[in-house]
């Protein structure tokens, strides 16, 4: 049997919480993360995130999907601005590169980092500096980045509290991290059990909940500014995305305004409901004097 080495607290002490796909999801007993246990190898992800992840998106598809993203991205980069205004921001996960093309139009010198070489390409030929791999090896130089964002990125690692050690490292004195991932701790997903729709163990390594994130972000350094839990679904590209090119996308993205009002509509409802499937975090390295 492996063992595990918990992420935060360096325990080995675990329950199991579910079975699903042939792997276990268990809770650490030192400090409540969840995680899968055994992790799958290098191997298995690589072959997830080859070309087939991101094959929602070709050419065509690009604008049209671009433009379903950007709202959501507007309102990240507004909550960065009351941080910090301008400089180099690194976006960790830049998939095509929907995030760096807003950062960049509002005035963010933007460049990413991304495992697929597929996405990566995409976002090059946007003219974007991405550098295709892990973002440990890319080897920034120490205190390079004013900002750098993980949006959806941070549970799909195999060393999340490594993740952040470096950007620790590569991040200014007064630099902003911002990170959004799915939310353990969300009714809906207390109430669906192995059934929630982001228990995703081949993609999904870690399952935080607000504190265990905060505590993994303070753990490598940092001071966090601001937690919260949002709806899930603010954005209808998210499951565009894995609908590939259907007959649904094609109807969606033709009506995309109407669609977009009612979104907005749909959310609003949503919030009030308190719906918190999402952990949104904004993080600085050390706070002004
Ligand atoms: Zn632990």
């Known amino acids: 049997m492996t063992h595990t080495e918990c992420n935060l607290c360096q325990a080995d002490r675990s329950s199991l919480l579910f079975t699903k796909d042939s792997l276990q999801i268990v809770k650490c007993l030192e400090c409540g993360l969840i995680y899968v246990h055994p992790q799958p190898s290098e191997t298995e992800l690589g072959t997830i995130y080859k070309n087939g992840y991101f094959n929602g998106t ?3 598809d690009y604008l049209t999907e671009k433009k379903l993203y950007t709202p959501r991205f507007r309102e990240r980069l507004k909550d960065i601005d009351s941080l910090k205004t301008n400089g180099k921001l690194l976006d960790v996960g830049c998939a095509v590169g ?4 807003a950062a960049r139009q509002d005035g963010w010198e933007a460049s990413g ?41 941070l549970e ?11 950007i620790h490292r590569i991040l200014k004195d007064t630099g902003v991290l911002a990170v959004e991932l799915p939310n ?11 059934n929630w729709d982001q228990l995703k163990p081949r993609e999904h390594l870690y399952y935080f909940a607000p504190s265990t994130l905060t505590r993994s972000v303070e753990k490598a350094g940092f001071q966090v500014v601001r937690v919260s839990t949002l709806p899930k679904g603010t954005h209808i590209g998210e499951k565009l995305e894995h609908l590939g090119r259907t007959k649904i996308k094609k109807w969606l993205i033709r009506f995309f305004p109407l669609t977009r009002w009612i ?14 499937d999402i952990i949104l975090l904004y993080a600085v390295k050390s706070k002004p004097e």
């Open 98 to 101: 929907y995030f760096l093309e």
């Open 263 to 276: 979104k907005t509509i749909l959310l609003r409802i949503k919030k009030v409901a308190g719906e918190d």
């Open 58 to 60: 070709g050419q065509t």
């Open 184 to 194: 353990i701790e969300s009714k809906r997903s207390r109430k669906t059990g192995e």
């Open 113 to 153: 980092v991304e495992i697929s070489s597929y996405a990566s390409e995409f976002a090059k030929k946007s003219g974007f500096d991405v550098f295709t791999g892990r973002l440990e090896e890319a080897g920034y130089p120490d205190k390079h980045f004013d900002v750098v964002t993980l949006w959806h990125v």
């Open 156 to 166: 799909h690692m195999r060393n999340p509290a490594a993740c952040l050690k470096e």
